[in-house]
T-cell receptor
Framework: GAGVSQSPSNKVTEKGKDVELRCDPI?????LYWYRQSLGQGLEFLIY????????KSGLPSDRFSAERTGGSVSTLTIQRTQQEDSAVYLC?????????????FGPGTRLTVL | AQSVTQLGSHVSVSEGALVLLRCNYS??????LFWYVQYPNQGLQLLLK??????LVKGINGFEAEFKKSETSFHLTKPSAHMSDAAEYFC????????????FGAGTRLTVKP
């Protein structure tokens, strides 16, 4: 498709289980971002990938969170031993290149509910 | 470091009335500023952006925003609200040439009454 896609759209899991969230960026976009949107909160930056550079992981809230980007395209955000406070919408965005005026294009998000 | 504050988590207007969504920023360097809209169950869509050119920026769907350095503001306006404008609106700030440091506000939910 032409836009950023994310899967699954909804995920319900039990506390303590691991989850994987997937992001397919727009083809050719070198930059990819993960954000977390909690109820009533703005978007919280989690991690940023740019080309082959080391990712900026400064926003990851704990070592239970990790992300990888394979082949410079698809990215997976993994949350281990999920906690109820991890419940949120996880948004992925991609951007064409390194120019900061370039627009970030967002996917529809994955709504994670931890019971 | 940059940050934005959106004044009012909920704004309600009548159809046809002026829409005004407030955003104030804090930045140690001249900022880039953005407004995004999020419709239910969708990702964020860029409405408009200020990147140090014209201070009055026009975006999609009839929205515009004015960068006012003296007031550190970047309020979003639309002269006449339409029912389809009901959504969540986010203001964001980043430093030039450092788009991996974009910071978003908490959002303002706009309701449009018939």
């Amino acid at each position: 498709g032409a836009g950023v896609s994310q899967s699954p759209s909804n995920k319900v899991t039990e506390k303590g289980k691991d989850v994987e969230l997937r992001c397919d960026p727009i083809s050719g976009h070198t930059a990819l971002y993960w954000y977390r949107q909690s109820l009533g909160q703005g978007l919280e930056f989690l991690i940023y990938f740019q080309g082959n550079s080391a990712p900026d992981k400064s926003g990851l809230p704990s070592d239970r969170f990790s992300a990888e980007r394979t082949g410079g395209s698809v990215s997976t955000l993994t949350i281990q031993r999920t906690q109820q406070e991890d419940s949120a919408v996880y948004l992925c965005a991609s951007r064409l290149a390194g120019g900061s005026t370039d627009t970030q294009y967002f996917g529809p998000g994955t709504r994670l509910t931890v019971l | 470091a940059q940050s934005v504050t959106q004044l009012g988590s909920h704004v309600s207007v009548s159809e046809g009335a002026l829409v005004l969504l407030r955003c104030n920023y804090s930045s140690s360097v001249p900022p880039y500023l953005f407004w995004y809209v999020q419709y239910p169950n969708q990702g964020l869509q860029l409405l408009l952006k200020y990147t140090s050119a014209a201070t009055l920026v026009k975006g999609i769907n009839g929205f515009e925003a004015e960068f006012k350095k003296s007031e550190t503001s970047f309020h979003l306006t639309k002269p006449s609200a339409h029912m389809s404008d009901a959504a969540e609106y986010f203001c964001a700030v980043s430093a030039p040439y450092n788009n991996n440091d974009m910071r978003f506000g908490a959002g303002t939910r706009l309701t449009v009454k018939p």
